[in-house]
């Protein structure tokens, strides 16, 4: 079950046909899912290239979670940012290392907004602001399955609804994800390199050990 599934008792609020798309049967022309909208690089994704069009429909292939990266994206103004991504670069690995980290950033914007919604019993706030970090971090995570930051943010926001499981489940898998990683020619390259800190598996580790501790 998703997170914000969870908050609103299982109820199906947050992924679904947007009134952006038309159900008009007279509409012939009209696009009929996100997808097609998607497809059809209708506004506002019609300046974004088509290599970051075939990198999101390749990416993500859940339909509720597409419809809800495409929402998202267009409701907190991410669009914009995958404009320049096919100017910069047409390798659809570093396109969907991007979009992950694009997707992480906005997650982790929304985490703070959670917590007052939470605390001030403001349900509604706290429905929105769950399902924009729920639907940014699992997004990020079908771009990039070794996208650590997500299996943490996801961790992180079922612990604040108290789904201990579910928030101890993420964060073994990033646990997991980060043994692989320690072991691939990547991540080999991640610790010799001078960008990153010498222990920044390390400290993303015990992230997400403090998790399974719960």
């Known amino acids: 079950m998703s997170a914000v599934r969870s908050l609103t008792g299982g109820k199906r ?4 046909r947007s009134s952006l ?20 690089r209708e506004p506002p994704w019609h300046r974004v290239s088509p290599v970051v069009i075939n990198t999101i429909i390749e990416s993500v292939t859940d339909k509720g979670l597409l419809e809800a990266f495409i929402l998202q994206s267009m409701n907190v103004g991410l669009v914009p940012r995958y ?7 047409h390798d659809s690995k570093i396109i969907r290392a991007r979009i992950s980290q694009i997707l992480c950033e906005t997650g ?13 019993n403001q349900r509604d706030v706290a ?4 399902a924009l970090a729920g639907d940014t971090f699992e997004a990020a995570i079908a771009f990039s399955k070794n996208q650590i930051v997500a299996y943490i943010g996801l961790a992180t926001i079922y612990g604040m609804l108290g789904k201990i499981s579910e928030s101890q489940s993420y964060a073994k898998q990033g646990l997991s994800e980060l043994e692989k990683m320690r072991r691939e020619p990547a991540g080999q ?9 010498a ?9 997400l050990l403090t998790f399974t501790e719960l």
């Open 13 to 16: 609020t947050w992924r679904g």
């Open 83 to 89: 404009e320049v991504l096919g100017r910069e670069d």
């Open 127 to 130: 429905t929105k602001q769950l």
């Open 199 to 207: 222990d920044s598996f390390e400290q993303l580790e015990r992230m």
């Open 189 to 197: 390259a991640i610790r010799e390199s001078s960008v990153f800190p």
């Open 21 to 40: 798309v038309a159900n008009d049967p007279g509409c012939v022309n009209a696009p009929r899912t996100m997808k097609d909208l998607l497809l059809a």
């Open 108 to 120: 982790n914007r929304a985490i703070p907004s959670l917590a007052k919604a939470l605390e001030a």
